[in-house]
Nanobody
Framework: QVQLVESGGGLVQAGGSLRISCAFS????????VAWFRQAPGKERREFVA?????????IYADSVKGRFTLSKDNARNTVYLQMDNLTTEDTGDYFC?????????????????WGPGIRVTVSS
């Protein structure tokens, strides 16, 4: 079992930056895949944002965030970060950290075994 907890969300103005974190605990598999998803207000579907193998590269990004968001990993602290720059109101939503215990990488929320409770990011105009 893997437990995930997000932190660092909040309110930011358009054009600003925010970094959110996801702390892992439990059994960290060497084959773990970690990812960030988001769910816009009023939408049911969780959209893939970024993902990476826990111990390897590369990281893949959704086209909508490429060049603005950066996923990084601190293996020693069992923490994954999502640095979000040049935010727009379209980035508003609940952000979820997710993990799956086996390869390959997936951009589908249904492929992930473990989820954090989510954290709200609000970008104001």
């Amino acid at each position: 079992q893997v437990q995930l907890v997000e932190s660092g969300g909040g309110l930011v103005q358009a054009g600003g930056s925010l970094r959110i974190s996801c702390a892992f605990s439990g059994h960290i598999f060497s084959s773990l895949i970690v990812a960030w998803f988001r769910q816009a207000p009023g939408k049911e579907r969780r959209e893939f944002v970024a993902g990476s193998k826990w111990r390897y590269e590369p990281t893949i990004y959704a086209d909508s965030v490429k060049g603005r968001f950066t996923l990084s990993k601190d293996n020693a602290r069992n923490t994954v970060y999502l640095q979000m720059d040049n935010l727009t109101t379209e980035d508003t939503g609940d952000y979820f950290c997710a993990a799956k215990s086996t390869f390959p990488m997936s951009t589908s929320a249904g492929a992930y075994d473990y989820w954090g409770p989510g954290i709200r990011v609000t970008v104001s105009s």
